[in-house]
């Protein structure tokens, strides 16, 4: 009877070092997953190029380098040469990402080309500093654009000649300006046209006289920003719908991003981005404007 109780005992304490080195094999096995060497994300690199709105430069150049900040084997490439320019090169394949202030015309629709809306940018008229005046209603910009009006004094200035200084007709600025204030008419031939944001600025803070407009990312001290029926740009007026010239911006791709293409485009996309270098570069990041 004693041998028959005793190997009862034995069998279950056997069945409890069993139980327990189960519970400690578990165990051990979580712990050893841990400092085991997870797969390894897979490495970005290889050449980016982009191409087409000089608006957008001032945004993706940060981007461009802190992208090759965190990815030391990816080189990217962006230019300018106006919006459909960029449209143009990244539908014809020569370039990764076409940049543009405007939607895909209809001429781009059998392309193949895939949007990414990367921000808002609002566009400000400028002028020269000796122009006096710092308001205009958005008929005397049609008038001055169209050619109707070609002196200050006819809107309130002093005598002194409007000289015109905007950009070609492949600029993405140009259409923006032309679909929000123009509406439909046609701008004055009798106009000194620049190649980028950049050239129009200076062109127009050296000209007595002058008036255009740009990107707001570049209307700096050097010129006068001018209010719309009374409104100045702010990123609130934007944001609380009294200030409308603004344009979506885009980067357009051939086909959905794969590789680095993907990863620079996520990147100017991200929280992170959007968060701490949007505004700060003179634009409104694209989740804060209704459409």
Known sequence: MKLVQKSKALAALLGLVLSMSVIAGCGSSGAGTEGKSQPAEAKVEGTVTASGSTALLPLLKPAQEEFQKKHDKV????????????????????????????????????????????AVAPFVFIAN????????????????????????????????????????????SRATISDLVLK???????????????????????????????????????VKALAVDGVKYSPDAVIGGKYTIFAYEHMYTKGEATG????????????????????????????????
């Open 75 to 118: 080189t990217i490439n962006i230019a300018g040469g106006g919006s459909f320019t960029g449209m143009n090169q990244v539908a014809a394949g020569s370039v990764n990402i076409g940049n543009s202030d405007v939607d895909l015309p209809a001429e781009y629709k059998d392309k193949g080309l895939v949007d990414h809306q990367v």
């Open 129 to 172: 500093q000796d122009v006096t005046l710092d308001n205009l209603t958005k008929q005397q910009y049609v008038d001055i654009l169209t050619g109707k009006i070609t002196n200050w004094k006819d809107v309130g200035g002093k005598d002194e000649k409007i000289t015109l200084i905007h950009r070609a007709k492949s600029s993405g």
């Open 184 to 222: 439909g008419a046609a701008f004055t031939d009798n106009a000194v046209i620049q190649d980028s944001n950049g050239a129009v600025r200076s062109a127009i803070a050296s000209t007595p006289g002058a008036i255009g407009y740009v990107d707001a990312a570049y209307a700096d001290n050097t």
């Open 260 to 291: 680095a293409v993907k990863a620079f485009i996520d990147y100017v996309m991200s929280k992170e981005f959007q968060e701490t270098y949007v505004e700060k570069n003179g634009f409104i990041p694209i989740t804060k404007v209704k459409k």
